[in-house]
């Protein structure tokens, strides 16, 4: 499995940006982007990686960090293999590299290479 993270870039606060994580191939066991949860991660500059959302396989549920709740939504199409990370009302404190991972309900298993999300005051 091979996750290819994009859509960062620097916002000004108040701003919004949408990532996307693209998931291809398959797990050695034979679990596909549509059979997993997704979840996006985000690391501050010096500190430890956090959980933001995630999403269960067929979409319908969902689940936020406090941080971020009422502002990033999570969504995926399992057509085009692809998970969203809607994020409005941007603040500083949410500059980060931002990671996707894939995998099931209790383990993270692939990982993408993380994208840079840059908030200016």
């Known amino acids: 499995v091979q996750l290819q993270a994009s859509g960062g870039g620097l916002v000004q606060a108040g701003g919004s940006l949408r990532l996307a994580c693209a998931s291809s191939?398959?797990?050695?066991?034979?679990?596909?982007?549509?059979?997993?949860?997704m979840g996006w991660f985000r690391q501050a500059p010096g500190k430890e990686r956090d959980f933001v959302a995630s999403?269960?396989?067929?979409?319908?549920?969902?689940h936020f960090a406090d941080f971020v709740k009422g502002r990033f939504t999570i969504s995926r199409d399992n057509t085009q293999n692809t998970v969203y990370l809607q994020m409005n009302s941007l603040e500083p404190e949410d500059t980060a590299v931002y990671y996707c991972?894939?995998?099931?309900?209790?383990?993270?298993?692939?990982w993408g290479q993380g994208t840079l999300v840059t908030v200016s005051s």
């Open positions: 991972a894939q995998g099931s309900s209790t383990w993270w298993d692939y």
């Open positions: 191939g398959r797990t050695p066991s034979g679990r596909t982007f549509s059979s997993d949860y």
């Open positions: 999403i269960n396989a067929n979409g319908r549920r969902t």
